[in-house]
């Protein structure tokens, strides 16, 4: 996403923020929000409905969404705070020719909210605990462009899974099914786009190139 997101971005190295002990989390998430609030940056466009983006910890995305979600709910902010959305998209993992359907985070880190910006609904998502700040151009949220959004929610909505593998160029692998069962090799080429291998057997005194299913082979 332009000027506003990069998926390679560096998160700042402080510790995630952590409830003291006998701290009820429903009481921070009742607190009252002040009339005004200085901290909010000047400048922004406020009054439209639209998708910001947030920082948090890695890792920590689904712990945000909740923690947001219960702080919409308990501080009526839901005529201001309309959705938080973690684009995911399903990959299928595959080592040693076995199979794992996992569910990954298109954007590690972040959390989409869809709000009006204004100082009480800033204050409710700023303050929920794990999130670190607002994405935008230095100080000022920096609202995502319509289709910036349109690209996120498309590549949310594409059902077709990525595959993740772990076999490189030069490997020695084996094949695991197919007519060249149980022939040894060296992988050659690894075709993502295709989800195909391609691994060079010795067959009748030759190199022969053999291309295959990533879930054919397995590491020798």
Known sequence: MANTMDNEELMDNEEPKVETEG????DSNQAAVPASVEEIPSGVQKGERQWFVIHCYSGYENKV???LEQ???TMNMKDKIFDVFIPTQD???VRDGKRRTVERHVFPGYVLVEMILEEDSWFVVRNT???TGFVGMGDEPTPLRPEEVA???RRAEDES???KVTYHEGDRVRIVDGPFNDFRGTVAEVDMERSKIRVMVNFFGRE???ELDFLQVEKA
Do not use: C, D, L, S
Request: hydrophobic share 30%; no cysteine; charged share 30%.
């Open 23 to 26: 701290e009820n989390p429903e």
């Open 65 to 67: 969404r909740k923690n």
């Open 71 to 73: 702080r919409i709910e």
């Open 91 to 93: 990959e299928i993992e």
């Open 129 to 131: 605990p794990g999130v």
């Open 151 to 153: 690209a996120i929610m």
């Open 161 to 163: 899974p990525t595959f």
């Open 208 to 210: 022969t190139p053999v």
